[in-house]
């Protein structure tokens, strides 16, 4: 093992329950076999992860992202040696401090600084050491005269900042985080955020799981990506995320087509089917984000038409409408007639944001505003690309930054040799 890599997990699987008696295995193979043909294939116990097999040297900070259920937690967990593995191998060097519950290692009845002096000494720390520490501790966390009163009292936010005032301020090797960079208010979670990086660029190595996206792109530099117990993804925090992002909409995509459609139906019009398509022709599921792209649906007007109008509307995942059109104001006034047509709308500039989308189709007459056809979810589809998924339309724009008034006193690095800032705008690429 290279003396760089703090952390190494060889072949690591977990399985939750306890095993059950072999007669019950025997039962249960009889009444598989006898009802499905089949025989009984192993313990049937969930399994958290899956052969795990990852290094992590000195001084990485690498965010784990995932879907609820993956075994983010669990891995820190075993890591903590709060539960052990099932099977395979973890070599942890040097002093771990574990941050995976707000109130782990705080007892109920202890004031705030009875807890601090506790976990330090679990720690390994000395008397003199703890005694160094211990006002640090207490202006990080901000409890005032609630640091001298029993936790019991405190709020989950507060339990959040003791313990994280004690992680960030104790020199450890390894710091494992879960979900706790959502305590207390901005401030505190500002200088929580930049006591990490503190803690990064001297040489810690930092673990943490964050639902927001956001923090981990801001604090991690490596990013693995876990599904059902199994790494399915490392490389950048970047990569791992939008990984993650993707995963996530194709599952909302297939959510979509499984929903139940609602329509409406005068029997005077049929809808045979729809489809994505892209501008050689071809069927797509998926899309890249920018790609123009086409919807097509197949339907057959029963009563003849004067004026037909079509209208196609795209929502995301939320349900909020990103874009709505209607035929008869976009151009299209061809007469119909009792034929079956392909209806067509072309999307030269597609500025969806990443994330997973369904279609509503109506079918009306124009002249009297009547609906024929109205079908919610008539087709879905995901967006996807390397950027992040932020709003609902994606897009750059062009940034400037005009100086107003210069101030009286400028230091170096802001006025350079000539001690005055630049009057110019600087166009700055909101990509940079």
Same mark, same amino acid.
């Given at each position: 093992?290279?003396?760089?890599?703090?952390?190494?997990?060889?072949?690591?699987?977990?399985?939750?329950?306890?095993?059950?008696?072999?007669?019950?295995?025997?039962?249960?193979?009889?009444?598989?076999?006898?009802?499905?043909?089949?025989?009984?294939?192993?313990?049937?116990?969930?399994?958290?992860?899956?052969?795990?097999?990852?290094?992590?040297?000195?001084?990485?900070?690498?965010?784990?992202?995932?879907? !609820?259920?993956?075994?983010?937690?669990?891995?820190?967990?075993?890591?903590?040696?709060?539960?052990?593995?099932?099977?395979?191998?973890? =070599?942890?060097?040097?002093?771990?401090?574990?941050? @995976?519950?707000? !109130?782990?290692?705080?007892?109920?009845?202890?004031?705030?600084?009875?807890?601090?002096?506790?976990?330090?000494?679990?720690?390994?720390?000395?008397?003199?050491?703890?005694?160094?520490?211990?006002?640090?501790?207490?202006?990080? &966390?901000?409890?005032?005269?609630?640091?001298?009163?029993?936790?019991?009292?405190?709020?989950?936010?507060?339990?959040?900042?003791?313990?994280?005032?004690?992680?960030?301020?104790?020199?450890?090797?390894?710091?494992?985080?879960?979900?706790?960079?959502?305590?207390?208010?901005?401030?505190?979670?500002?200088?929580?955020?930049?006591?990490?990086? =503190?803690?990064?660029?001297?040489?810690? &190595?930092?673990?943490?799981?964050?639902?927001?996206?956001?923090?981990?792109?801001?604090?991690?530099?490596?990013?693995?990506?876990?599904?059902?117990?199994?790494?399915?993804?490392?490389?950048? #925090?970047?990569? #791992?995320?939008?990984?993650?992002?993707?995963?996530?909409?194709?599952?909302?995509?297939?959510?979509?087509?499984?929903?139940?459609?609602?329509?409406?139906?005068?029997?005077?019009?049929? @809808?045979?089917?729809?489809?994505?398509?892209?501008?050689?022709?071809?069927?797509?599921? =998926?899309?890249? #984000?920018?790609?123009?792209?086409?919807?097509?649906?197949?339907?057959?007007?029963?009563?003849?038409?004067?004026?037909?109008?079509?209208?196609?509307? @795209?929502?995301?995942?939320?349900?909020?409408?990103?874009?709505?059109?209607?035929? #008869?104001?976009?151009?299209?006034?061809?007469?119909? &007639?009792?034929?079956?047509?392909?209806?067509?709308?072309?999307?030269?500039?597609?500025?969806?944001?990443?994330?997973?989308?369904?279609?509503?189709?109506?079918?009306?007459?124009?002249?009297?505003?009547?609906?024929?056809?109205?079908?919610?979810?008539?087709?879905?589809?995901?967006?996807?690309?390397?950027?992040?998924?932020?709003?609902?339309?994606?897009?750059?724009?062009?940034? =400037?930054?005009?100086?107003?008034?210069?101030?009286?006193?400028?230091?170096?690095?802001?006025?350079?040799?000539?001690?005055?800032?630049?009057?110019?705008?600087?166009?700055?690429?909101?990509?940079?």
């Amino acid at each position: 093992m290279s003396e760089d890599v703090v952390i190494k997990i060889e072949g690591l699987w977990k399985r939750y329950g306890l095993p059950l008696p072999e007669f019950v295995h025997t039962l249960s193979d009889l009444i598989r076999s006898k009802k499905a043909n089949s025989t009984y294939n192993g313990d049937r116990r969930p399994m958290a992860l899956r052969d795990l097999n990852l290094e992590i040297r000195r001084g990485e900070t690498v965010g784990i992202v995932g879907r !609820n259920g993956a075994g983010k937690s669990t891995l820190l967990k075993i890591l903590a040696g709060v539960t052990a593995p099932t099977r395979g191998r973890v =070599e942890i060097h040097g002093r771990i401090f574990p941050m @995976i519950e707000l !109130n782990a290692g705080l007892h109920m009845e202890l004031t705030g600084r009875e807890n601090v002096r506790l976990l330090a000494a679990v720690m390994g720390l000395s008397r003199r050491e703890i005694d160094a520490k211990l006002p640090d501790i207490e202006d990080f &966390t901000e409890l005032g005269e609630w640091f001298d009163k029993p936790v019991r009292m405190y709020s989950s936010g507060m339990l959040g900042r003791l313990g994280f005032g004690v992680a960030v301020n104790i020199e450890s090797d390894v710091v494992l985080i879960d979900e706790t960079f959502a305590v207390g208010d901005l401030k505190f979670q500002n200088k929580s955020l930049a006591r990490v990086k =503190e803690m990064r660029e001297s040489g810690a &190595t930092i673990l943490l799981v964050s639902h927001s996206l956001e923090t981990l792109q801001f604090v991690a530099k490596r990013g693995i990506l876990l599904e059902q117990g199994e790494l399915i993804s490392s490389g950048t #925090a970047l990569e #791992a995320i939008n990984a993650y992002e993707t995963l996530v909409f194709r599952s909302e995509q297939g959510r979509l087509e499984h929903r139940v459609r609602s329509r409406i139906t005068t029997k005077e019009a049929n @809808i045979f089917g729809a489809r994505l398509y892209a501008e050689d022709g071809s069927t797509l599921t =998926e899309i890249q #984000a920018g790609q123009p792209f086409g919807i097509e649906v197949d339907l057959r007007l029963n009563r003849l038409l004067e004026k037909p109008m079509f209208s196609l509307g @795209i929502l995301n995942a939320a349900g909020i409408l990103c874009k709505w059109n209607i035929s #008869a104001e976009d151009g299209l006034t061809e007469p119909g &007639t009792c034929n079956r047509y392909l209806v067509r709308a072309w999307y030269p500039e597609n500025k969806l944001s990443n994330g997973a989308y369904e279609v509503h189709f109506a079918a009306r007459d124009n002249a009297s505003f009547e609906t024929l056809e109205r079908v919610a979810g008539i087709l879905s589809f995901a967006v996807t690309g390397p950027g992040r998924a932020r709003g609902i339309v994606s897009g750059r724009c062009q940034w =400037e930054f005009i100086l107003q008034d210069e101030c009286s006193e400028k230091s170096d690095s802001v006025s350079g040799e000539t001690g005055k800032v630049p009057r110019d705008p600087r166009s700055l690429d909101s990509s940079q």
